[in-house]
């Protein structure tokens, strides 16, 4: 038997302490450790890009990331962008342009995409469109996705205008 360890960090604000094996995903204990459960595992190889998160920041993929590297570092998931009283304006954008499609990849394409905009609020649509190419959809409609993030983006311009002051 695997000795715990314990992993403090800071996630969606939050501080949080966790006690996990070595071997535990940060998709895992996000998951199972703090029921965080709008992280979803897809293919568990870094691959469909449905359990990204943004670390520090950067979008990652929970799945390839050990929770003891989070030790010490902010993370935020999909509930940190809104909930269902309070969307926020990617999650709006998408239900306007009926961008969740069956759902599943969702959560990994909005925390990819918010990453994205935190960065560049002005990313054109081929930028927009080579940064989701890391998250697969098997629905198969990139097309309300990317129209739903090209809307958001104004938000984001905001955003970064009033930490600009």
């Known amino acids: 038997m695997t000795r715990a360890i314990a992993v403090h960090l ?3 604000g939050a501080a949080a302490a966790i006690s996990v094996e070595p071997r535990t995903t940060l998709a895992d204990a996000l998951r199972n450790e703090l029921r965080l459960t709008g992280t979803h595992l897809g293919c568990e190889h870094g691959v469909c890009g449905a359990c990204t998160v943004i670390v520090d920041g950067a ?3 929970s799945c390839l990331m050990l929770a ?3 030790e010490g570092r902010e993370v935020r998931t999909v509930e940190s962008l809104g909930d269902a009283a309070h969307l926020g304006p990617l999650q709006l954008a998408f239900r306007k342009h009926h961008a969740l499609q069956c759902g599943f990849c969702t959560p990994g394409i909005l925390t990819t995409a918010h990453a994205l905009l935190s960065e560049e609020p002005d990313a054109d649509e ?8 890391g998250n697969l ?4 409609g990139y097309i309300p996705i990317v129209a739903a993030i090209m809307e ?3 938000a984001y311009r905001g955003v970064q205008a009033e930490a600009a002051q």
């Open 152 to 154: 958001a983006r104004s």
């Open 10 to 12: 800071t996630v969606n």
């Open 68 to 70: 003891a590297q989070a």
């Open 59 to 61: 979008a990652v993929r």
């Open 126 to 133: 081929d930028r927009i469109r080579e940064v989701v190419s």
């Open 137 to 140: 959809c098997r629905c198969t």
